[in-house]
């Protein structure tokens, strides 16, 4: 997996790129925290899926992390480009229900 950083403005956008596994989450994770402590109040961390393939259970677990550790913060968490494979995992494991999902297609 490769993870790509940019700016948009005042928001950090993240553009992991392959499959979320347990042997990559981790990295997944120490980009998110990094970026979130970057983030001023009110910014947005932004996850482009645009080419993640795969997602596992610990990929799910830095998300839901991530998600909670933006809501003390008062900004927002987007996930963003979501194919349908991607989405199916979310939705069959309740994650469209909490966190703020922009499908693709």
Request: glycine share 6%; aromatic share 4%.
């Amino acid at each position: 997996m490769t993870i790509t950083k940019t700016t948009e403005g005042s928001n950090i956008v993240l553009s992991p790129e392959g499959r979320i596994d347990t042997v990559t989450a981790p990295e997944l994770d120490s980009e998110v925290t990094a970026a979130i402590a970057e983030l001023g109040s009110s910014a947005s961390l932004v996850l482009d899926f645009a080419n993640l393939v795969y997602i596992s259970s610990a990929g799910l677990r830095v998300l839901l992390t991530a998600h909670k550790t933006m809501s003390k913060k008062e900004g927002t968490f987007v996930i963003r480009n979501v194919n349908k494979n991607i989405m199916e995992i979310f939705t069959l494991t309740g994650f469209a229900k909490i966190l703020n999902i922009e499908a693709n297609g």
